[in-house]
């Protein structure tokens, strides 16, 4: 059972618009959170992260917003470039804080 | 540059030949991570090393083992690899102080 859950395989923007990716997770124990980036042939880059005190967090054009009550957190991409374009990963470290959880990712494709 | 290297980056090896898969790093992070991702899946831990203590998930099977002999190197061995071994393996590091893991590119791993 995935305790961390993406729920949209890939998402399709245009240059210039905002891109949402969303992530979902299970265990309400899980405090703190992160988004990795994945180029292909490469390994993953950190990108953003939030702890459970804070609901929003935001470093240059990408915001993460987290919703405890709901156990939602999404990313944002405002403006999307087409650099952006690759696998995004949702992330959450378990219960002991040994463990990275992992969504299964989406593929944003940013069009110019 | 300060990183994560994994060598090789494609490894074929033959159903039931050991082979083993290693990670160096040169940013002196004392805790060191082995992820299996299968295709289209989320990458799933294996076991990961505090210093030289070593913490295997309790679903990670017995024919996987791993040696850290120092802070910079840390070895996957595939005792008896089977055809469901084949997947990309990810070396990550963390440094005590951050949540943030850094990950090598990734071995990719062929079993015929």
């Known amino acids: 059972d995935q305790q961390v859950k993406q729920n949209s395989p890939s998402l399709s923007v245009q240059e210039g618009r905002i891109s949402i990716l969303n992530c979902d997770y299970t265990?309400?124990?899980?405090?703190?959170f992160l988004w990795y980036k994945k180029y292909p042939a490469e390994g993953p880059t950190f990108l953003i992260s939030?702890?459970?005190?804070?609901d929003k967090n935001e470093d240059g054009r990408f915001t993460v917003f987290l919703n405890k009550s709901a156990k939602h957190l999404s990313l944002h991409i405002v403006p999307s470039q087409p650099g952006d374009s690759a696998v995004y990963f949702c992330?959450?470290?378990?219960?002991?804080?040994?463990?990275?959880?992992f969504g299964k990712g989406t593929t944003l494709s940013v069009s110019s | 540059d300060a990183m994560v290297i994994q060598n090789p980056r494609y490894q074929v090896t033959q159903f039931g030949k050991p082979v083993t898969l290693s990670c160096s790093q040169t940013l002196n992070h004392n805790v060191m991570y082995w992820y299996q991702q299968k295709s289209s899946q989320a990458p799933k831990l294996l076991f990961h090393?505090?210093?030289?203590?070593?913490?295997n998930e309790a679903d990670t099977p017995d024919n996987f083992q791993s040696r850290r002999p120092n802070t910079s190197f840390c070895f996957l061995d595939i005792r008896s690899p089977g055809l469901g071994d084949a997947a990309m393996y990810l070396c990550?590091?963390?440094?005590?102080?951050?949540?943030?893991?850094?990950f090598g590119p990734g071995t990719r791993l062929t079993v015929t």
């Open positions: 992330a959450a470290y378990n219960q002991a804080g040994t463990a990275l959880i």
């Open positions: 990550a590091t963390r440094p005590d102080s951050s949540y943030e893991q850094y």
């Open positions: 939030i702890s459970s005190i804070k």
């Open positions: 265990n309400s124990m899980f405090d703190y």
């Open positions: 090393y505090y210093d030289k203590d070593f913490n």
